[in-house]
Nanobody, 116 residues
């Protein structure tokens, strides 16, 4: 199993920045990719960005050019730097990891609120 703990959510004005952090523990040697999903009220959970252990990144079109996902492998951390935030970015953000076995694990989520 893998345990994920997110931090860094909060309230920010439109145009501002936030950095989310996610710490992984447990079967970290089996991690293939780590990333971030979000779920806004009344909407389905969606991929925001992820990064493989080969440091290949993938972004949702809505965040390209504004968000950056990066990993610190030595610390078993993944981060999401969010710039130029918009009210539409308001959501609960979940850390996710995919193992080489095909299993998925999720954090409990951290709320990001962007005020206009």
């Amino acid at each position: 199993q893998v345990q994920l703990v997110e931090s860094g959510g909060g309230v920010v004005q439109a145009g501002g920045s936030l950095r989310l952090s996610c710490a992984a523990s447990g079967m970290i040697f089996s991690i293939y990719a780590m990333g971030w999903y979000r779920q806004a009220p009344g909407k389905q959970r969606e991929l925001v960005a992820d990064i493989t252990r080969g440091f290949v990144t993938n972004y949702a079109d809505s965040v390209k050019g504004r968000f950056t996902v990066f990993r610190d492998t030595a610390k078993n951390m993944v981060y999401l730097q969010m710039n130029s935030l918009k009210p539409d970015d308001t959501a609960v953000y979940y850390c996710n990891t995919k193992l080489t076995t095909g299993m998925d694990y999720w954090g409990k989520g951290t709320l990001v609120t962007v005020s206009s």
